[in-house]
């Protein structure tokens, strides 16, 4: 993998006088441009900025389906389970593993069921997904 580049910012002052009355036009975007590209690169890139995704949360309560609406130009291709956790923050770590079943239909992403999952009527769990779309 390559380094974050270590030159920032271009000067006016590295240019000759007579470039000194124009450049600061072309430097000003230039360096905008360059100090974001290395902000990004150094640990800021975001999903739901950067990436053709979106992090979702739906409260499920054991009825299904579920539908949120996609907002996003890409299709959904990949939706992950990026936390499980009861409304009323009373958490219990559970032992079995969770399997989402889920779809695209109509525009909507459709969990059709949380398997293993212990959300009910009565014991309501907030599930944030983690969506990649292609």
Same mark, same amino acid.
């Given at each position: 993998?390559?380094?974050?580049?270590?030159?920032?910012?271009?000067?006016?002052?590295?240019?000759?006088?007579?470039?000194?009355?124009?450049?600061?036009?072309?430097?000003?975007?230039?360096?905008?441009?360059?100090?974001?590209?290395? !902000?990004?690169?150094?640990?800021?890139?975001?999903?739901?900025?950067?990436?053709?995704?979106?992090?979702?949360?739906?409260?499920?309560?054991?009825?299904?389906?579920?539908?949120?609406?996609?907002?996003?130009?890409?299709?959904?291709?990949?939706?992950?389970?990026?936390?499980?956790?009861?409304?009323?923050?009373?958490?219990?770590?559970?032992?079995?593993?969770?399997?989402?079943?889920?779809?695209?239909?109509?525009?909507?992403?459709?969990?059709?069921?949380?398997? !293993?999952?212990?959300?009910?009527?009565?014991?309501?769990?907030?599930?944030?997904?983690?969506?990649?779309?292609?």
């Amino acid at each position: 993998m390559a380094n974050i580049p270590t030159q920032k910012k271009i000067l006016t002052e590295n240019f000759p006088e007579k470039e000194r009355k124009w450049i600061p036009a072309l430097l000003e975007p230039l360096n905008k441009f360059m100090e974001e590209v290395t !902000n990004a690169l150094n640990g800021r890139l975001t999903l739901t900025q950067n990436i053709a995704g979106d992090l979702v949360t739906v409260i499920i309560d054991g009825n299904w389906p579920k539908k949120s609406k996609w907002t996003k130009n890409n299709r959904p291709r990949a939706v992950i389970i990026g936390q499980h956790r009861e409304i009323s923050e009373n958490h219990v770590a559970q032992a079995d593993p969770l399997c989402l079943d889920w779809e695209f239909k109509d525009g909507f992403i459709q969990i059709n069921n949380v398997i !293993n999952s212990l959300a009910s009527t009565s014991d309501k769990f907030n599930l944030t997904l983690v969506i990649f779309a292609e």
